[in-house]
């Protein structure tokens, strides 16, 4: 049974800093897509960043030099360090996974199929 869960949200004042984790069992991060992506009340699941099976990653404009992705596939780990945080950064966030093909990375809905619970961001 493949399950992601996240970790590392918070409160946060704008221009700090979190990172968010999400560990995995039940397979091995090197072989799949792994993604994140932010969701506010009402609004659709959106990605913020991704990473393919050999880590090339990629990131929505938005977050683009703020956001960083990166997995420890001995620890089967995903990682999101989030810097210069800005009060439109709230929501909550889930990390993703999904099948190969993914190469650079993919920010849409419909490459994953397993998602975490979320973690909630807060910037004020």
């Known amino acids: 049974h493949v399950q992601l869960v996240e970790s590392g949200g918070g409160s946060v004042q704008a221009g700090g800093s979190l990172r968010l984790s999400c560990a995995a069992s039940g397979y091995t991060y090197s072989s799949y897509c792994m993604g994140w992506f932010r969701q506010t009340p009402g609004e659709e699941r959106e990605g913020d960043a991704a990473i393919d099976t050999v880590g090339n990653k990629k990131y929505a404009d938005s977050v683009k030099g703020r956001f960083s992705i990166s997995k420890d596939n001995a620890k089967n780990t995903l990682y999101l360090q989030m810097d210069r945080l800005k009060p439109d950064d709230t929501a909550m966030y889930y990390c993703?996974?999904?099948?190969?093909?993914?190469?650079?990375?993919?920010?849409?809905?419909?490459?994953?199929?397993?998602w975490g619970q979320g973690t909630q961001v807060t910037v004020s």
């Open positions: 993703a996974a999904g099948p190969p093909p993914c190469t650079g990375g993919s920010l849409l809905m419909s490459a994953y199929n397993n």
